[in-house]
């Protein structure tokens, strides 16, 4: 099948078709219905490898770390409804933490002629970002520098968010305020989400006169397990920990659990997502919502729009809050 048959079909032009096809501006929902009938009643379907010689291939490239965390299943409902009514298609990539498979995919992305990139969280040195957003259309999530100007971000504020943990522990009465945090790379930037939080988290210690204490793994189960074991086994185990993130915050009130400590009784813990698992009665957990849907959608509508043109930066900033559950709650 070829576009003169869906034309014939549907009883237009050949360039009525093809505007359909690049979503071409003026076109009516009246003329839009009519084509996509034809096209699926005919089974005609664009080879997306034509379609990127013609221009755009309406595939979106999207990397992430780890798909178990469910925070980025939040971020992916977002980016979903955003596209609904668009012709674009998202094609995840997940780069497992690691710079080198990041970077491949990267250039897997490009070689398949995508038409933008959304990459959360990336692990690329600033300079390369900026060197790859010249290449295509970027929308970094998780990325904080607002004086980018080659690409867009969206953002929760993660110093704000630590802050407000801190301060919602002291007011339950919490003296030894620990953190649960992410063992970086020496080369990791200070545009991570992990350091900014870090920053809040111990700038709010000092304000309060209190001496941070921050224990660091590496994002896989038995390296969170393992330090989570280590703190709460040892002399000085805190009275309430902040945990980076839900993932990891989960895992520690397991581990926690199965030592025979109580929760908050021994140790109140607080997550950072507010991800669906927060609310289960088992864990009925505290944690920040940055409201991981936003992020998504609003990075989706960013980056449609740099596609379609837009040349001038924009850098969404998300404000944070504490959802308050039973695990930081004094009995």
Same mark, same amino acid.
């Given at each position: ?41 005919? @089974?005609?379907?664009? *080879? +997306?490898?034509? !379609? %990127? ?5 309406? /595939?979106?490239?999207i990397t992430l770390?780890?798909i178990r965390n ?107 305020? @620990?953190?649960?945090? *992410? +063992?970086?790379? !020496? %080369? ?5 989400? /992990? ?30 397990q393992t330090a ?88 969404? *900033?998300?404000?944070? !809050? ?10």
């Amino acid at each position: 099948m070829t576009i003169r048959d869906v034309a014939r079909d549907a009883g237009v032009s050949v360039a009525a078709v093809s505007k359909v096809l690049r979503d071409a501006y003026g076109v009516s929902e009246a003329l839009r219905d009519k084509v996509r009938a034809s096209m699926a009643r005919l @089974g005609y379907r664009p *080879l +997306a490898a034509a !379609r %990127g010689m013609r221009g755009q291939t309406y /595939t979106l490239g999207i990397t992430l770390s780890d798909i178990r965390n469910p925070f980025f299943a939040d971020i992916m409902t977002g980016i979903n409804a955003a596209l609904e009514r668009t012709q674009y298609q998202p094609l995840l990539g997940i780069n497992q933490g690691s710079k080198a498979i990041e970077g491949d995919l990267i250039e897997s992305m490009l070689d398949r002629q995508m038409d933008g990139l959304i990459l959360i969280a990336p692990h690329i040195p600033v300079d390369a970002l900026a060197a790859l957003a010249r290449r295509i259309p970027i929308v970094a999530i998780g990325h904080h520098q607002p004086d980018a100007t080659a690409f867009d971000t969206v953002n929760n504020d993660d110093e704000l968010g630590a802050r407000l943990v801190v301060q919602h522990l002291a007011d339950g009465g919490y003296k030894t305020i @620990g953190m649960f945090s *992410l +063992a970086l790379d !020496r %080369g990791s930037p200070e545009t991570a989400v /992990t350091w900014k939080r870090e920053q809040g988290y111990r700038a709010a210690m000092e304000e309060l006169g209190r001496p941070p204490s921050v224990v660091r793994a590496a994002l896989t189960l038995r390296e969170i397990q393992t330090a989570a074991r280590h703190l709460l086994q040892g002399p000085d185990r805190p009275e309430a920990l902040f945990c980076w993130t839900d993932f990891v915050a989960l895992e520690v009130i397991s581990v926690a659990i199965g030592l025979g400590l109580s929760i908050p009784g021994d140790l109140a813990v607080v997550g950072y997502d507010n991800t669906m698992f927060c609310e289960l009665a088992q864990n009925d957990m505290t944690s920040v919502d940055q409201s991981g849907e936003t992020l998504g959608l609003q990075c989706a509508r960013l980056l449609v729009e740099r596609i379609r043109g837009r040349t001038d930066p924009q850098h969404l *900033l998300i404000q944070p !809050r504490v959802v308050a559950r039973a695990s930081s709650r004094r009995r």
